[in-house]
């Protein structure tokens, strides 16, 4: 491994996969951390869990090994937290892939009833004969799946409706065998354009440029008619890294269970900001003060720990809580500017709409770089999961307050601003 989870102390590993014959294979391995690797994986056979890999890292100071069962409770929930979040509800059943990353087909079972999720990435319309080609494709992939929940999204590069999807330009200036093609895709299928099916009258684009100022709604979702009704949203919303828009759906059902809270963790780009460093130390001296009777050693640091984090989450809160005020003030802003842009016919004011847009984006873009609050059970998902042999990854970051991320903020502030050289010596926490 790389990264931090090689510099943690302890590194817990704990496997449950099936095989292509059915067979079942587990084990753990506790890295000195006795007794949470067992447990970790009598939850996985607890709720049937297949084809994953845990891993739960975490740092102590020197002189700590063993941890009690307090803090093994707390791991587990972290565990809990994270396969929460990727819920262990649905069964991965086929997986079709596309070499040149044009499309990604899922065949997923949720509640026994099976959904087919395709990702869709179009040539552009300069190659029509490639487009055809790969709906054509995706035709005969998809064929065997005529009578299963379709939900199909994506780069489409092209329009379905001239007069109503596209601005600036020649409206009929599109791949007319291609879009003839797609169309009869929908027919065959009995898809429906949902954004278009809600928003009967609408405009609103998904890509644009700017020399010649053109814009079109390229990207859609298309899904099964007998879905539309399970569809409680859908959207297009402004990206912040991409020239195109995101598109959103909402699949609502009674059986579709919501997420829980995750845990906060530690931020560790509060290390720089002057404020919570003055915050610290003004705990510490105070602690030591409050606490200067305190004769039990592990509990006056037990103590010194809960106040220093009680500091930091009430900082931590107050500090998102502005940057959540100011990104909400710039993505209504943002939402403004994408639907003038769809009312406005001068290309003066278009591009000063989209220079200013391009600033908004880039001042959104600095405050996803910079949350302060975040849940603690952290995760990413290797979806290298051919033939169920390989188990997706799933890394979990438990709660600072048992001494995983806390504790070393703490012992090296305290040292260091026992010496008044807390800014030099930041790098080392």
């Not at 447990?39 to 607890?46: F, Q």
């Not at 899922?106 to 179009?122: G, H, M, P, Q, S």
């Not at 709906?135 to 199909?152: G, Y």
């Not at 030591?288 to 305190?294: C, I, P």
Request: proline fraction near 3%.
């Amino acid at each position: 491994m790389q990264g931090p989870v090689s510099a943690c102390t302890y590194n817990t590993l704990v496997y449950r996969f099936t095989d292509k014959d059915g067979h079942t294979h587990d084990g753990y391995d506790d890295d000195r951390d006795y007794g949470i690797g067992s447990r970790i994986l009598d939850y996985l056979k607890e709720i049937d869990a297949h084809n994953i890999t845990i891993i739960s890292s975490r740092t102590l100071p020197s002189g700590t090994a063993k941890i009690g069962s307090r803090k093994n409770n707390i791991i587990l929930e972290g565990v809990k937290s994270a396969l929460r979040k990727i819920s262990t509800d649905y069964i991965l059943k086929e997986k079709i892939a596309d070499e040149n990353g044009r499309y990604l087909i899922l065949t997923v079972e949720i509640d026994n009833t099976d959904f087919v999720f395709v990702n869709y990435y179009a040539p552009t319309k300069n190659f029509e004969n490639d487009q055809i080609e790969y709906i054509e494709k995706l035709k005969i992939l998809l064929n065997e799946k005529l009578e299963q929940n379709l939900v199909l999204g994506g780069d489409f590069n092209t329009i379905l409706n001239p007069s109503l999807d596209k601005m600036g330009g020649s409206k009929y200036n599109t791949p007319v065998k291609y879009t003839s093609k797609l169309e009869d895709f929908i027919e065959e299928f009995d898809l429906c354009d949902i954004w278009r099916t809600k928003n009967v009258d609408s405009r609103l684009y998904t890509w644009r440029q700017r020399t010649p100022l053109i814009q079109c709604r390229l990207d859609f979702w298309l899904i099964s008619n007998f879905l539309s009704s399970s569809v409680t949203k859908t959207s297009i919303v402004p990206s912040i890294k991409s020239d195109h828009s995101l598109i959103k759906l909402t699949l609502s059902d009674e059986n579709f269970s919501e997420r829980g809270p995750g845990f906060w963790k530690f931020n560790s780009g509060l290390l720089t900001d002057k404020d919570y460093v003055d915050i610290v130390k003004n705990t510490l001296s105070e602690c030591d003060d409050k606490y200067q009777n305190l004769e039990n050693k592990n509990l006056k640091w037990d103590t010194i720990k809960s106040e220093i984090r009680g500091a930091t989450v009430k900082y931590s809160k107050y500090k998102n809580m502005k940057l959540r005020e100011r990104e909400s003030s710039l993505k209504k802003r943002q939402d403004e500017i994408q639907k003038n842009l769809s009312r406005t016919y001068l290309d003066k004011d278009i591009n000063t709409l989209l220079i200013e847009l391009d600033i908004v984006k880039e001042d959104l873009e600095q405050i996803t770089n910079n949350s302060f609050y975040c849940p603690a059970a952290d995760f990413a998902m290797n979806d290298h999961n051919d033939h169920a042999t390989h188990a997706p990854l799933v890394t979990a970051q438990l709660p600072p307050l048992i001494g995983v991320v806390i504790v070393i903020l703490v012992e090296n502030a305290y040292r260091c601003c026992k010496t008044s050289n807390y800014l030099k010596d930041k790098e080392k926490i």
